[in-house]
C-alpha cells in the first residue's frame, strides 16, 4: 500500500528560527514529490516539485530535499515568518492522477 | 485568473437533509477531483472526471455520495441523505491534465448535526 508519513505531527518555533520537516514515502512507482502549503480555511498550495532526478529545490525561503534512494524528503524553512504558520503537506505521485498524501505537520510560529 | 471556485464556503445542515457543493474548475483544465479532508484522514480523493467523465469514483464512500460534471466549468457533489459522519471540509482541485499540478480550491466545510 502506498504510504507517506510525516514527522513531527507539530511544532513551534520562534519568529526568524529555522526548521526541518520530514518525509517518508512508499509509494511505488515514484514520478514526482511536491510539498503543499496549507494556511487555516484554505486549500493546499503548491511550495516545490521533485522529481526523480532532483535532490533539491528552493521556493524563497523553502528548501526541499530529496532522496530517492532512501524514500526521504525534508522541507527546511529559513527564518521563519508569522505568516509560515500553517500546516505542510507531503504529497507523492506515482504518475497518473492519483496522489498520496501525508498527514501533515502543523507549523506554528510565535513572535 | 480567479483559481478553482467553491460555494458555498460553510454550511451547516441537519442530518438526512440533501447537501450540494459546487465548483467552478480553472478554465483550460480538463482533469477535476472532489476530495474530503478530516483529522483522522487527511486528504481522501473521492471522485475524478476527465473532459467532464467520471473516470475513477471509487472513493465515494457510499451511495448517498453522488457527483456530476454537466459541463467544463461546473461540476456538484451530492449528499442526500447527509449525516454526521459527513462533517467535514471538502475540497475541489482542478489541472490542465491528469498528471499535471492540481490546484485546489478554498473548500466547503460541512457540518451535519
Known amino acids: 500500500k502506498n504510504q507517506v508519513e510525516q514527522s513531527p505531527q507539530s511544532l513551534i518555533i520562534l519568529e526568524g528560527k529555522n526548521c526541518t520537516l520530514q518525509?517518508?514515502?512508499?509509494?511505488?512507482?515514484?514520478?514526482?514529490l511536491r510539498w503543499y502549503k496549507q494556511d487555516t480555511g484554505r486549500g493546499p498550495v503548491s511550495l516545490t516539485i521533485m522529481t526523480f532526478s532532483e535532490n533539491t529545490k528552493s521556493n524563497g525561503r523553502y528548501t526541499a530535499t530529496l532522496d530517492a534512494d532512501t524514500k526521504q524528503s525534508s522541507l527546511h524553512i529559513t527564518a521563519s515568518q508569522l505568516s509560515d504558520s500553517a500546516s505542510y503537506i507531503c504529497?507523492?505521485?506515482?504518475?497518473?492522477?492519483?496522489?498520496?498524501f501525508g498527514a501533515g505537520t502543523t507549523v506554528t510560529v510565535r513572535a | 485568473d480567479a483559481g478553482v471556485i467553491q460555494s458555498p464556503r460553510h454550511e451547516v445542515t441537519e442530518m438526512g437533509q440533501e447537501v450540494t457543493l459546487r465548483c467552478k474548475p480553472i478554465?483550460?483544465?480538463?482533469?477535476l477531483f472532489w476530495y474530503r479532508q478530516t483529522m483522522m484522514r487527511g486528504l481522501e480523493l473521492l471522485i475524478y472526471f476527465n473532459n467532464n467523465v467520471p473516470i475513477d469514483d471509487s472513493g465515494m464512500p457510499e451511495d448517498r455520495f453522488s457527483a456530476k460534471m454537466p459541463n467544463a466549468s461546473f461540476s456538484t457533489l451530492k449528499i442526500q441523505p447527509s449525516e454526521p459522519r459527513d462533517s467535514a471540509v471538502y475540497f475541489c482541485?482542478?489541472?490542465?491534465?491528469?498528471?499535471?499540478?492540481?490546484?485546489f480550491g478554498p473548500g466547503t466545510r460541512l457540518t451535519v448535526l
Open positions: 518525509c517518508n514515502y512508499t509509494v511505488s512507482p515514484f514520478s514526482n
Open positions: 482541485a482542478s489541472s490542465l491534465n491528469p498528471t499535471n499540478e492540481q490546484f
Open positions: 478554465s483550460g483544465h480538463n482533469s
Open positions: 504529497v507523492v505521485s506515482g504518475g497518473d492522477y492519483k496522489l498520496s
